[in-house]
C-alpha cells in the first residue's frame, strides 16, 4: 500500500512539474518583438530610429517591462510612443503595439559591429547589430567646391564654403586668415556678416567668404588660408586668388597745373602726360575732349598704342577758342581712356580778347566822346 501512495504521489508531481513547464513555454511563446532591420550598417555620427512591434500572440492582456541592454555607454538612445518615453507597455490580447527606438552613434567611435537588445519583462528579446563603417573622428571639417578665383586688382571675390561641426558638443567658431595685410577678408555665416558662428553637433553652416586684395597689388597667384576654430578643434581652407593685374590711368600735366589763358580765336598747345598706375599695361589709349561750343582740340598723338605698367607717355594737345569768345573762364575737358578705365582732366581756360579789339573800343568810345563835345561847342549856346 505504501508503495502504491510513494508511486502515486511520484506521478503527481511529475504531471505538476510538466504542467508548469508548459505553462511557461506557453507564456514565453505569447509575446513577440518584431522590426524588419535587425543589423544597419552607418558612418559615425548617425542616427537610427527603429520602429519596433510588440505583439501579444496570448488571450490575456501583458504588462510587460521595456529595457534595452548591451548598447554602449557613449551612446545616446531613447524609447517612445507618440510623444512619450515608455519604460513599460500594455498590449490587448492578439494586439500589438509599436514602439520607437532612437539610437545615435557618436562620432567618435571605432569601426566595427555593435550588439545590443531590446526585452519585454521576461516575454520576449530582439537582438539588434549595428555596423560602424569607418572610424569615427572628432574633428571640424571646413570645405568649399571652388577654392581658386581669379581676376583684376578692382574685383571683389566671393567664395561659397561649408563649416560642419563633427564632434559631440555644441560649438562656437571664431572666424580669422592668415591673409597678408591689405587683403580684407569678411565671413558671412548664413549670409550675415559675423566674426563667429555657434554650430550644434553634427550640424553644417555655409559660409560666404568676400575677399577684396589691396590697392595696386602687382599680378600674382596668392594664398588665402582662412580659419575656423574653437578651443578644442579647427579647420583652415586654403582659398588662392589669381591677380590678372590692375588697370589705372591718370591724366595730368608735367607741373600738375590745370589752367591756362587764350585769347579768343587763337590756339594753345597744352603739354599733357598719361600715366600708366596700374600693374598691367595699358593699351589703345584714345584721347577725347568735350569744349565749349565752336572751340576745338586737336591731339598729338591722338591714340597712344601701348604704356608699360607703371610708365607714362607725352600728349599734346592743341586747344583752338572761338574767335567770338567773350572775356572770361571757359572749362575744357582733355580724356584717356582704354576699354577698362579712363581719366578726365578738366582745364580751366580764362579768354582774352585781341589787342586790336581793345583799341578798336578804345577810338569808338573816344570818337563817341568828340562827337558830344562838337555838339555841345556848336548847339550849346543856342
Same mark, same amino acid.
Given at each position: ?13 511529475l504531471f505538476y512539474g510538466l504542467s508548469v513547464n508548459d505553462s511557461q513555454a ?112 572628432f574633428e571640424t571639417e571646413f570645405t568649399t567646391k571652388q577654392s581658386n578665383m ?124 598719361? &600715366? ?101 561847342? &556848336?548847339?550849346?549856346?543856342?
Open positions: 500500500m505504501s508503495k502504491f501512495i510513494k508511486s502515486l504521489r511520484l506521478i503527481t508531481i506557453t507564456v514565453a511563446d505569447s509575446v513577440t518583438l518584431f522590426t524588419p532591420y535587425t543589423r544597419i550598417s552607418v558612418p559615425p555620427g548617425e542616427s537610427i530610429i527603429y520602429s519596433i512591434d510588440v505583439i501579444n500572440n496570448s488571450k490575456e492582456i501583458r504588462n510587460m517591462e521595456i529595457t534595452v541592454t548591451g548598447i554602449p555607454r557613449s551612446w545616446n538612445y531613447s524609447l517612445t510612443s507618440g510623444n512619450y518615453k515608455v519604460g513599460q507597455i500594455a498590449v490587448m490580447p492578439d494586439q500589438k503595439q509599436t514602439l520607437n527606438l532612437k539610437v545615435e552613434v557618436p562620432l567618435k567611435v571605432n569601426k566595427g559591429s555593435y550588439n545590443f537588445k531590446v526585452t519585454a519583462g521576461s516575454e520576449a528579446s530582439l537582438s539588434l547589430v549595428v555596423v560602424v563603417t569607418e572610424q569615427g573622428t581669379q581676376g583684376h586688382a578692382a574685383s571683389a571675390f566671393t567664395f561659397t564654403a561649408e563649416l560642419k561641426n563633427r564632434t559631440a558638443e555644441k560649438q562656437l567658431y571664431a572666424f580669422r586668415t592668415n591673409a597678408l595685410r591689405g587683403w580684407n577678408v569678411i565671413f558671412k555665416p548664413n549670409y550675415n556678416q559675423a566674426t563667429s558662428v555657434e554650430i550644434e553637433p553634427n550640424s553644417t553652416v555655409n559660409v560666404t567668404i568676400e575677399i577684396k586684395p589691396p590697392v595696386n597689388i602687382q599680378a600674382g597667384t596668392y594664398q588665402i588660408p582662412v580659419i575656423a576654430g574653437t578651443n578644442v578643434t579647427s579647420a583652415t581652407l586654403n582659398l588662392e586668388v589669381v591677380i590678372t593685374g590692375s588697370f589705372n590711368v591718370e591724366l595730368t600735366t608735367p607741373t600738375g597745373l590745370l589752367s591756362t589763358d587764350i585769347t579768343a580765336g587763337d590756339v594753345k598747345r597744352v603739354e599733357l602726360v598719361v &600715366k600708366n598706375t596700374g600693374s598691367s599695361a595699358l593699351t589703345d589709349v584714345e584721347m577725347t575732349f568735350s569744349a565749349p561750343v565752336n572751340w576745338d582740340v586737336v591731339f598729338d598723338p591722338k591714340k597712344i598704342d601701348r604704356i608699360e605698367a607703371g610708365n607714362n607717355a607725352q600728349v599734346f594737345a592743341s586747344i583752338k577758342a572761338d574767335r567770338k569768345a567773350i572775356a572770361g573762364d571757359y572749362v575744357t575737358n582733355l580724356e584717356a581712356k582704354t576699354p577698362e578705365v579712363a581719366s578726365k582732366a578738366t582745364f580751366r581756360i580764362s579768354v582774352k580778347t585781341p589787342m586790336l579789339l581793345g583799341w578798336i573800343g578804345v577810338f569808338i568810345i573816344l570818337a563817341a566822346l568828340g562827337s558830344v563835345y562838337y555838339l555841345f561847342r &556848336k548847339y550849346g549856346r543856342r
